[in-house]
């Protein structure tokens, strides 16, 4: 393990905790591009080689325009260096094929594919096109800290989430612990509104700035993957539907929830501050005045926040929810990093501190 | 009644049916300026008079640029002119105390706003303020031909619907019909996206471009006005939020259907064949291929269209309905010349031909 | 020639002048679905043929979600029909390799692509890959009316003008004709500003919506194909710089000029004015009140309009000239159909009666 | 001065140098907003103090959304604290009535006004409505340390510059230090593209979303008072042109030069590394693959680099030079608190990390 803090402090940078190595595999994608962002700005990390076989050789900032400033080249994924954490964003079903490679390189592996975000081999068959390492899945520690912190620390494997499935593993979690809702018996509708860049960098027709400009587009209606990472971690069977909205970065979900008992706004409050008064990327936002009285993915593009917020419906019964993330961030590359720091024993917020900006665009 | 066929014909129009005279009250709101577009490229409509107290002498296409070749100024709502039909656009409250002027001034009355689209007055105490003319709320019909066809031959007050009810009872209507879905027991969550201009000309700091680009907003997370039409016409109590989604014109309903009793998909295409294969401005869009598999307010922005469609989630016995309506054209003002069509007896789609764009930006 | 104006009578279409056979080449394009559009609701065309090789004998609707009401599948470009007028949207260098055939499939030839644009062979050798049919060119006529009117009439070869090049001799024309510009020696500086349409319906990484999105993008710095247009048509060497912004649908050209000698508001006026007062398509929007005081490409989408505008910069005798059209309308299918229009003898304005949609969102 | 660097540390920042007290007066700007982010997160400064009319004892949060985690509310202007350095965010005109005030509690003003930006009187005579406080005037340093670093080190009153004007400045600057453009003869076109945030959180009909949402539209066509500080600062008087385009935040200036002698690309590649090779916020992108291959105000936002790029257009001997930032950034607040920095010694950097996003939509 390297250690080069004097270097680190030479360059401004706080230092609390050792420096590692880190490489991201499949560095010219979207969430790869961001875990390269957040790790070249990490204090604790330094990033010693980025992969991709289509830009071998090209700068990062060729690719990812915001690191232009960043001296570093694609290299070729079959020479993996050796460091302390590699980070994998590659698409899904590769990395359960290199995962024995990965380890190889690496001391810790976090994934942000869908290989290892599930616990059972048998979700693999019904979801996916089944594993090739089945083997693994048990070692994998599912990165969201707000749901598994305490599996996270020394974990050697992070298997980071969904971005749909975390917006709403984050909206409901709370009324699930405070008994609010029950996972067995009562009805939850989610319907997601999601950004284009979670069709990753390919792109193709569907994709095309004219086809996707301004559209409210059913892309999943039913059968979301992201169904089994709810049902696997919340133990609850969703109704599931994902809307493409006009949007690059960001992951809205609304949450209808329907408790058998009676609950109160008094209920609510309550179940969502036990959850997360003391948690560093969650903020309640509910009601209150001004404009941005409810969670809003403009409200967190470009950092690792996730925000909740609620309200009660007395003529039906019903609890509305509202969980917003940045897809790429607390959906993604900013999860694994948080997970990566709580692994290792870092702080928690290291390289996570963007506080995001007022006002943007279309995030 | 004005007939002048032979200046019509001159004119290069199809001529079927008489030619009326129109007034449109409240010129310079969005759907004011619809209303004007739609009556002045009508072959059976003149119109004669715009009213604004705002704008009073202003050329319309000074408030609307797609009219500048209109030549048409403003004039002072308090000097209402002798017409055929009298189409008011007024911010809601003001038509029901306008009412006996109007029928003064016209034979037959299209109300846009919500002052008559409930038939109980005391719907009106329980969502809005009251009412000042409740004794015009039997004689009022519902324009929506979809629902109300039969009774609007020969009305002489027409009051438009609210564009979510609309998107939301063109989606559900042919559900209750085919007896799939039991308004009395069955459970119907609704979670529908508009644009901006739902919110008017008016603006004010949640409208203003920065603060509203890009935004997924919750701004009726419960309790919108427009439940109460869809319980008046449906007889169905849905549980129903609303987000502001980045774009200006365009209302998207996602229903999310629990039929008491398994349901197929044929039965769905049989629903939905018998309720709109005959209808002018119905189109099913459910699956198929190409990038446009669903409804999408992009493809109906501008048109009288409703496109709506449907998937089977079997895993919860769930049908998802998706509807897209253009909030200003089906949601309002096409609406509500269609409707005025039906009750002149004049073409159905007369005035309304435009098929639409592609591609378009955020509509 | 074919007539069937009885069938065009029921059909409710206004009818001035014969019916004709139309078939589209490359009908899956952005111009293409453009050219399908307009002429199928135009009185006085019967679209026989849509020609695709990726889409043959799929439905338009499919590639053209606005046209899924039209009654129309592609077919094989090597089999076409005889028609009274062909329109070719095809990509540069294919019509000119198919002239030919065109012509023993029709008696009239509308050709959108750059094939037959320029009077000169040479011009090819410079600006394109050189020409295979030069003996076409003499016979071909540029399809912008208000340039070339006069020699429209009659024509059997059309060829349709780049979408920034007509935004820009809309723009400069008057100031030459009335003097206001000497082309030999005057300096124009031309800063363009388009949509992602005008990319066609290809795409690829940098049209990608994530991309894409919200670009200030200068694509074409200097040496831009259209500036061959304009020196061949106004005799005036441009300084031309065209910019990607965030729009789909839309040219707008701003046009720096300096005059050798001084000018006043009133002479741009005049030039103006003589140049626009009577034609159908063009409007002066400059100053005024409202929101709206000069041209934009919002005000003119889907219409065939344009629209020119100016200010007079006292300082350094600047003359400020703004241009905004629908890069797929009159700067393309429009400006295609308008040309149509009057070299058989037309209405000019059948068929283009669309007069845009106030508001829009992102055109 | 007050010295907390223990506290700092403990709070895990990194500490060069002393921490000073700072206030903002105009907070619920989007530019007093911005400052608040940048100073919070700065390493070197606490905010002590917010000022609003309007807001008075409101959280910050509730204007600024990503802002919620900040304990301030903003206070009375009347009542300003005692700070080691005053931003002021205030409206033009505004601050030269409140400097005196300024400066009893403050050793340092910084103001992001047009106030003091103009090295003459007789300027604001000419541009403005006049000056309150002209013997101010002299003791004021322009902000921008490319064009200014010198005479900002230990400067008490800083004056931010205009973001049109700074884009300029940044873009012509190297070429008039070179030699390439001389400011006496040579002619410069300048066509700026900006987003809504410049006309600020106030708004209005023609900033509300529906209108302003998708323009391209001539905002000041001539005349623009950054000209002032163009001639100013490169004694060069330029043909200004700005257009509001469709995003947020961001100024996009491309110029078009027309040197009197011949220039090379090797020239100008000379001209631009000499002035910014060593600049820690500027950028070079001209020419290269990629997407990103010219300056844009996306690959910027949120940051406080200045991008620019250039190409040679040999027909006409013109030099095409672009130049991006983010407005609120490097044209406004960032500017501010980089200049701060050198004022006081610090860091250039400090507190101005942020590399920006990719990919983002409409910034």
């Not at 289509?54 to 700068?59: E, V």
């Not at 997970?339 to 007022?358: K, Q, S, T, V, Y």
Request: glycine letters at 12%.
């Amino acid at each position: 393990m390297t250690t080069d803090a004097d270097a680190d402090a030479a360059a401004g940078d706080a230092v609390s905790g050792e420096t590692y190595t880190a490489s991201v595999i499949g560095g010219t994608g979207f969430t790869g591009g961001e875990l390269l962002r957040l790790l070249s700005g990490h204090p604790n990390f330094e990033v010693v080689q980025a992969t991709s076989r289509s830009a071998d050789n090209m700068t990062v900032g060729r690719s990812h325009p915001n690191l232009r400033g960043l001296d570093l080249r694609f290299s070729d994924p079959d020479d993996l260096e050796s460091v302390d954490v590699l980070f994998s964003a590659t698409p899904h079903g590769v990395s359960m094929g290199q995962i024995d490679a990965y380890f190889e390189a690496a001391d810790t592996v976090v994934d942000l594919s869908a290989d290892f975000r599930l616990p059972e081999a048998d979700a693999y068959d019904e979801w996916y096109d089944g594993h090739e390492s089945p083997e693994y899945l048990e070692r994998a520690e599912y990165a969201l800290p707000e749901l598994n912190r305490e599996n996270l620390a020394g974990a050697d494997l992070i298997a980071g989430g969904g971005c749909n499935a975390t917006a709403t593993i984050l909206g409901l979690k709370p009324l699930v612990d405070a008994g609010v809702l029950d996972p067995e018996t009562d009805q939850v509708v989610v319907d997601v509104k999601v950004g284009s860049s979670e069709g990753g960098a390919g792109g193709g027709a569907a994709s095309s700035h004219p086809e996707r400009s301004g559209v409210v587009r059913p892309y999943a209606p039913t059968s979301h993957r992201h169904e089994a990472e709810i049902e696997a971690y919340l133990g609850l069977s969703v109704s599931f539907t994902v809307h493409a909205v006009e949007m690059v970065r960001g992951a809205s979900a609304t949450c209808h929830v329907f408790p058998g008992d009676p609950v109160s706004k008094g209920d609510l409050w309550g179940a969502y501050r036990d959850a997360y008064a003391d948690e560093r990327f969650m903020r309640i936002v509910s009601g209150g005045g001004g404009v941005y009285r409810y969670p809003e993915p403009k409200a967190v593009a470009g950092t690792n926040y996730g925000e909740v917020g609620f309200e009660l419906d007395p003529g039906n019964r019903r609890v509305v929810v509202f969980s917003a993330i940045d897809n790429m961030m607390k959906g993604s590359a900013g999860q694994a990093v948080h997970a990566a720091n709580i692994a290792l024993d870092l702080p928690e917020d290291a390289g996570l501190e963007f506080e995001g900006l007022h006002p943007v665009g279309s995030p």
